[in-house]
């Protein structure tokens, strides 16, 4: 059995169906042939952080992906609500002093919100393909 990939498609086709997609108009100008042990690597799930493409000679390989992965997008909330949470202790120590501006009780409350919303934002229909970052309010 040969094995072929077709960078512009992105797919892979064995030479037992050739005849089914040329009748069909599918079978890819741009199929080149491939190993067997290529066919195998490279038609499971990539690695994380990474996507199937097609070099320069139409054979496939592994590059990086434009979408982050669920363990950076965990990061990158992580991090959002730890630089929120350095914002948001100030205004809690001037309003547990009473001292705390109108301006700043405000700012408080947006703040909080927004760490509630990026707490959230795991439990988005779609995630992690899909995200709708929450926005700071500000005032």
Do not use: C, H
């Amino acid at each position: 059995m040969e094995y072929y990939f077709s960078k512009s498609k992105l797919g892979f086709y064995i030479s037992e169906l050739k005849d089914l997609y040329e009748s069909a108009n599918s079978w890819p100008d741009d199929a080149v042939q491939i190993t067997e042990w290529d066919y195998l690597k490279y038609k499971s799930s990539p690695p994380p952080g990474k996507k199937l493409s097609g070099n320069s000679n139409g054979l496939p390989f592994w590059t990086v992906s434009d979408k982050p992965t669920k363990d950076q997008i965990d990061s990158q909330v992580k991090s959002k609500i730890q630089n929120t949470l350095s914002l948001i202790k100030p205004l809690e120590f001037a309003r547990d002093l009473g001292d705390i501006t109108e301006q700043e009780l405000e700012d408080l409350k947006n703040l909080q919100k927004y760490v509630v919303l990026l707490n959230r934002v795991k439990l988005q229909e779609g995630y992690p393909e899909k995200i709708e970052w929450p926005e700071l309010v500000k005032t």
